[in-house]
Every structure is written in C-alpha cells, then in structure tokens.
C-alpha cells in the first residue's frame, strides 16, 4: 500500500552512539517532515524539507541532521545519542503546504537510550 | 507564535455518550486546521479538516466546526464507541512556505463498554 514507511520501528541505543532512522514515501510527496512525541507534549518538529536538496530546521532540531538527496527518501541521523532524544520518531509527508493540505505519516520508530 | 491549546485529558466515558474535546488555536493569519487521531502503537491519520470560517469538517460520525470568531475547532461525536479510544489531536497549518503542522499536546479518549 502507497504511504510512509518508517524503520526501524523500536531501537536502544547506547548514550554517544549514532545511528540512521530511515524514512521513505511513495507518493511523490514533495514535502516531507520528523517529528518527535514526548509523552504529554504532543508532537515537536524536528526538520523538513521541501524538495530534494532542501531541508530546513524546525522546533528542536539540536542533536539531529537530515539530507533529502531524492524525493522518496528523507533519513534523520543522530550522530551522539543522548538520553533526552528517547522519544517516538515520526516522519510524515504531504503534496503541499497549502491551506488544505493533510499530512501522511508512518507508524513511528520507538526510540531508547541508556 | 502560532499554538494549539487542547483540553487535558484523559476523557473518560461510556459507549454512546455525547463528546467533546475542546480546542483553541493563536495564529497570525487564517489557518487551516485539522484533527488527527492516534490509535495504540500507530502513527497519526488525518480525521478531519477546514480551511475557512465556518466550515465544517467531518468524518466517521465526528464533527468540528471553524469558529474564527471565538478562534475554536472543538471536537464533536453524538454517540461514541469503544473503537473510538484513541489519543486526539488537534493541529493548525497557515499554508506558508516554511510552515509546518502545529500540534496540540493530545487528548486521550478511553471509552468502556
């Protein structure tokens, strides 16, 4: 089925470690978003992109880095893990940024650091 | 900036009563606004949405109305079911390059049989 496909979807990490949190779409969705849910917080954005070879910082993008090098595809990677970054991971997509425009999103990666 | 404020949660309530979950939003311009549900261990689906004043939104016996006058898009069902429970959130978009969704914090529904 067409949608937003997110891996791994559960991770631990060691603290200092890195690692690559994998998502891509096959709607041809131009516009493509992470975030992050804390329990109680709702959801934070993270980093977005508009297109292939853009991305752009949103709420709380210390300690995460991102590349859009296709349209499908828009992986975020932590480079030291740290353990206020345990969270669910979220990417999400949509064909615009119009007034009425939805967003499609993937079932999430569960991550902890310890 | 621009923010969503939903009613806390959790809210408690038996098959079929009446629901309402409350939102207010602060933006700059004229937002479109949506809500999305969350079921356990699943990522967010868009339920429903409105682009302008007066709309209304609905979608699987939910409804929500823009009310750019009291800046609301309060949550509506006449008759909940058990397959309701789920976490509920609403969110705004002002369409701008360089925008993205804005969240509330959530609201959990748990509806018993």
């Known amino acids: 089925n067409a949608g937003v496909t997110q891996t791994p979807k559960f991770r631990i990490l060691k603290i200092g470690q890195s690692m690559t949190l994998q998502c891509a779409q096959d709607m041809n969705h131009n516009y493509m978003y992470w975030y992050r849910q804390d329990p109680g917080m709702g959801l934070k954005l993270i980093y977005y992109?508009?297109?292939?070879?853009?991305?752009d910082k949103g709420e709380v993008p210390n300690g995460y880095n991102v590349s859009r090098s296709t349209t499908e595809d828009f992986p975020l990677r932590l480079e030291l893990a740290a353990p206020s970054q345990t969270s669910v991971y979220f990417c999400?997509?949509?064909?615009?940024?119009?007034?009425?425009?939805?967003?499609?999103f993937g079932s999430g990666t569960r991550l902890t650091v310890v | 900036g621009d923010s969503v404020t939903q009613m806390e949660g959790p809210v408690t309530l038996s098959e079929e009563a009446f629901l309402t979950i409350n939102c207010t939003y602060t933006?700059?311009?004229?937002?479109?606004l949506f809500w999305y549900v969350q079921y356990p261990g699943e990522g967010l689906q868009l339920l429903l949405k409105a682009t302008k004043a007066d709309d209304k939104g609905s979608n699987k016996g939910f409804e929500a109305t823009y009310r750019k006058e009291t800046t609301s898009f309060h949550l509506e069902k006449g008759s909940v079911q058990v397959s309701d429970s789920a976490v509920y959130f609403c969110?705004?978009?002002?369409?701008?390059?360089?925008?993205?969704?804005?969240f509330g914090k959530g609201t959990t529904l748990s509806v018993s049989s």
């Open positions: 992109s508009v297109g292939a070879g853009i991305t």
């Open positions: 969110a705004l978009s002002e369409g701008q390059a360089g925008t993205a969704l804005i």
């Open positions: 933006a700059t311009g004229y937002p479109s």
């Open positions: 999400a997509s949509s064909y615009s940024q119009s007034r009425g425009g939805g967003y499609t």
